[in-house]
Each structure stands twice: as C-alpha cells, then as structure tokens.
T-cell receptor, first 116, second 112 residues
Framework: AQSVTQPDIHITVSEGASLELRCNYS??????LFWYVQSPGQGLQLLLK??????LVQGIKGFEAEFKRSQSSFNLRKPSVHWSDAAEYFC??????????????FGAGTRLAVHP | NAGVTQTPKFQVLKTGQSMTLQCAQD?????MYWYRQDPGMGLRLIYY???????DKGEVPNGYNVSRLNKREFSLRLESAAPSQTSVYFC???????????FGAGTRLSVL
C-alpha cells in the first residue's frame, strides 16, 4: 500500500540557518509528489510539486525539493530560514484510488519552530 | 479571489446532534474533496466528488454523507455526531481528479 513517512515530528532551527525536512514514500510507480505548508489556523498551501522531468524542483518562498528515486525520498530544503517559515509541513504522494482518480496520501507532518 | 471557502470556522456539537459543513469554490474546478486532520495522522480523505453529479467514498467515510449541490458547492453532513468525529475538516478542490488540490481554511469541530 502507498504510504508517506515524515520521520521528524518537530524540528527547531535558528533564523538564518539552513533547513531540510525529510520525506520518504512507498509507491510502486513514479509518483506525483507534493509539499504543502500549513500556518497556524490556516488551510494548506502548495509549496511545490513534482510530476516528472527535472528532479530538483523550485517552489514558492525560496523552497526547493529533490526527488531521489533510488532512495524513495522527496526532501524539502531551504538555504536560509525566516521566522515566518514557522509552520507545519506536509509531504504528500498522489496515487491511483478509483475511477481514474489520484488521491493524495499525506505524511503525518513536521512542525517547524524558528528561533530568533 | 476567494478560492475555497468553508463555513463555519468553528463548531461545538453534543453527541447525537447533526450538522452540515459547507464548502464552495470559485475556481470553476471539477473535483472537490473532504478531509479530516487529526494530530499525528496527516489528512485523511473522507469523500470526494470527481465531477458534478458524482460522489465516492474515501478512506474514512463512516458516519458522514456528502452532497455535490452544483459545480461550486460540496457539503459534508454528520447525521449523528460522535466524539470520535472531533477533528479539523478541510475541503479542497482541483481542476480535475489527480490535479493539484487547493484547500480551504478548515472547520474546527468539537463533539462533546
């Protein structure tokens, strides 16, 4: 069965430090991969997506992610974190469900805290 | 530029009460979804509507019903609320099934 694992429940970094959030997936074929961010009390906002092609994808707010098929990973990175990046981050994989529909399978999320 | 709008934002129910969560999108999307979010479990799909006039069960449909009222609106109904349905509910829409999903701000529901 398809699944998404985000090994880190909580991460704390200092403002200006680099960030890497890990995501591993279990899926038989080439997946559609997504990173969403959820600020407190808000819905989910798409940061970036991978469908095919270049395995390094750029997103909004200075984030990027790299798809590594050999490691079944899609880690999210940012070179310099800002205090406003404090939020919860969700990795998701798009997988066939029924009737041609691709459902999103979400990881449990990683909560990021940023120290000044 | 509203996107996906959910009402209400907060709701407290007593066990056994019923209520309907409303969702509307103004992006002319064909597909709409309802998720619930519980701590440590990410989002789980309750029901989805691939296109107007169709609805299908997701991963956790028990205790819920949905109605795709028209292309814009997709409601979620709890007929007899239970404490296990305490959660944050998100509606989402996409241009077509399998496309990028856009989320509403959520409804925080407590069942006492």
């Amino acid at each position: 069965a398809q699944s998404v694992t985000q090994p880190d429940i909580h991460i704390t970094v200092s403002e200006g430090a680099s960030l890497e959030l890990r995501c591993n997936y279990s899926y038989g074929a080439t997946p559609y991969l997504f990173w969403y961010v959820q600020s407190p009390g808000q819905g989910l906002q798409l940061l970036l997506k991978y469908f095919s092609g270049d395995t390094l994808v750029q997103g909004i707010k200075g984030f990027e992610a790299e798809f590594k098929r050999s490691q079944s990973s899609f880690n999210l990175r940012k070179p310099s974190v800002h205090w406003s990046d404090a939020a919860e981050y969700f990795c998701a994989v798009g997988a066939p469900f029924s009737g041609g529909y691709n459902k999103l399978i979400f990881g449990a999320g990683t909560r990021l805290a940023v120290h000044p | 530029n509203a996107g996906v709008t959910q009402t209400p934002k907060f709701q407290v129910l007593k066990t056994g009460q019923s209520m309907t969560l409303q969702c509307a999108q103004d992006m002319n999307h064909n597909s709409m979804y309802w998720y619930r979010q519980d701590p440590g479990m990410g989002l789980r799909l309750i029901y989805y509507s691939a296109s107007e006039g169709t609805t299908d069960k997701g991963e956790v449909p028990n205790g819920y019903n949905v109605s795709r009222l028209n292309k814009r609106e997709f409601s979620l109904r709890l007929e007899s609320a239970a404490p296990s349905q305490t959660s944050v509910y998100f509606c989402a829409s996409s241009r077509s099934a399998g496309d990028i999903q856009y989320f509403g701000a959520g409804t925080r529901l407590s069942v006492l």
